[in-house]
């Protein structure tokens, strides 16, 4: 896993769907980096008129126009690398993204789970379906298996014994919007270190008052 080095980190948000995630970054105030490019694979996501709305380039790559899986994900691959991104978050992005992707630039997922439980594309539905009494977030590092690389933070959300996914779903979604700004954060500011599948989080510097 590549470290973010640059100064003040170029960030590229992957997105498929409504990006209530990229939202709640572009409104998290200073990251200590900058959103440069929203992707998504998907013309219809709502969530680039989010972007457009807050004047970040877009990049539509749609799976349908490309051969096989290898030419989308080049095709993908340069249109990312034009942004000279030095981080990717994948906010809702619903494509599974090979080496070419992942080996190239530290990339951040969220994950509607605690992982290691409930991986994949409907993971409140599965926690309702098992019967689970805690379920939440987790931010992860992307390596080359679905949501599987090492785990930079998790927050647990109860899941209530009236709930329905939509109403799971929500809860793990209002928690997403304050842990996947707050990780992009502290990897912006150098404080994220990776051993394996390790992750070390350096707590931030606390605000010293000037004496009077
Ligand atoms: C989020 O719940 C995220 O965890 C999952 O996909 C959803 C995307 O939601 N990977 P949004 O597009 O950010 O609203």
């Known amino acids: 896993m590549s470290a973010v080095t640059?100064?003040?980190?170029?960030?590229?948000?992957?997105?498929?769907?409504?990006?209530?995630?990229?939202?709640?970054?572009?409104?998290?105030?200073?990251l200590g980096g900058d959103v440069v490019l929203v992707a998504s694979d998907n013309?219809?996501?709502?969530g680039l008129a989010r972007a457009s709305s807050a004047g970040v380039e877009t990049a539509v790559v749609p799976f349908r126009d490309y051969a096989d899986r290898a030419a989308w994900e080049r095709a993908l691959v340069e249109r990312i690398?034009?942004?000279?991104?030095?981080?990717?978050?994948?906010?809702?992005?619903?494509?599974?993204l090979t080496g070419a992707v992942v080996g190239r630039w530290p990339t951040v997922n969220v994950h509607p789970s605690l992982l290691p439980a409930f991986a994949g594309a409907h993971a409140p539905a599965d926690?309702?379906?098992w019967g689970v009494k805690l379920s939440g977030v987790t931010v992860h590092y992307v390596d080359e298996q679905v949501d599987h690389g090492p785990i930079i933070a998790q927050e647990a959300v109860a899941v209530e014994p009236d709930d329905t996914e939509a109403t799971l779903h929500a809860r793990i979604q209002a928690v997403e919007h304050r842990l996947?700004?707050?990780?992009?954060?502290?990897?912006?500011?150098?404080?994220?270190?990776v051993r394996g599948r390790h992750v070390h989080v350096s707590p931030a510097p606390t605000q010293t008052q000037e004496a009077p």
């Open 6 to 30: 640059a100064s003040r980190p170029r960030i590229a948000v992957l997105i498929s769907g409504s990006g209530s995630n990229l939202q709640a970054l572009l409104d998290a105030g200073d």
């Open 81 to 96: 690398a034009e942004a000279a991104p030095d981080l990717l978050v994948l906010a809702g992005f619903m494509k599974i």
């Open 43 to 46: 013309p219809d996501a709502g």
């Open 127 to 129: 926690a309702l379906a």
């Open 180 to 193: 996947l700004p707050a990780v992009v954060r502290d990897i912006c500011a150098g404080r994220v270190s």
